[in-house]
């Protein structure tokens, strides 16, 4: 009897094993998720790499048609500034927290540096007004590459409060 049992278990899991990748890894068309490129959906963050510079659009980049959308809060939890070992030296902001509902989309404005080489960043979300949305946290994990700059003292300033200084 115990023998049929672990034959039994041992086929279905090369059974399932056997599904096309597309069946295994896809999201369920039941469960969509307003910011499908920041979040998961769960209560634990997911990370992705976010250019802000470059000849690519990052998703945190506002859009022209996002004036019918209405501005929320982001809550920042911690941040932290990572200098890259590279030439040129590459600068990526880590920034976590949570957004007011999973409908809100994160936004980010980089300021470029002002005279004394400060770098303002202003991260904030857009909801649509008319949307009906669960009322949760939506907790949040995003790498901003920042890029490069020309060589110099510079301080990062998130939403007016110092997040670090480095010399490119």
């Not at 200098?83 to 980089?110: D, K, W």
């Not at 949305?133 to 890029?147: D, H, K």
Request: proline share 10%; aromatic share 8%; hydrophobic share 35%.
């Amino acid at each position: 009897m115990h023998k049929l049992g672990l034959f039994l278990l041992v086929i279905s899991w090369l059974v399932s094993g056997c599904m096309p990748v597309s069946q295994q890894f896809e999201p369920s068309e039941a469960q969509p998720t307003p910011v499908e490129s920041l979040t998961s959906g769960e209560d634990k963050p997911v990370s992705s790499e976010t250019p802000v510079t470059g000849s690519t659009r990052s998703p945190l980049e506002p859009l022209p048609d996002e004036e019918k959308l209405s501005r929320g809060e982001v809550f920042i939890d911690g941040s932290q500034l990572q200098v890259l070992e590279s030439f040129p030296v590459q600068i990526v902001l880590v920034v976590n927290g949570t957004l007011p509902t999973p409908c809100h989309q994160l936004r980010m404005v980089m300021n470029p540096p002002d005279e004394k080489n400060r770098i303002d960043l202003e991260l904030y979300s857009l909801v649509d007004p008319d949307m009906m949305c669960v009322q949760m946290l939506q907790f949040f994990e995003e790498r901003i590459n920042l890029g490069s700059f020309p060589s110099g003292n510079y301080e990062i300033y998130l939403n007016g409060d110092k997040v670090g200084d480095f010399t490119s």
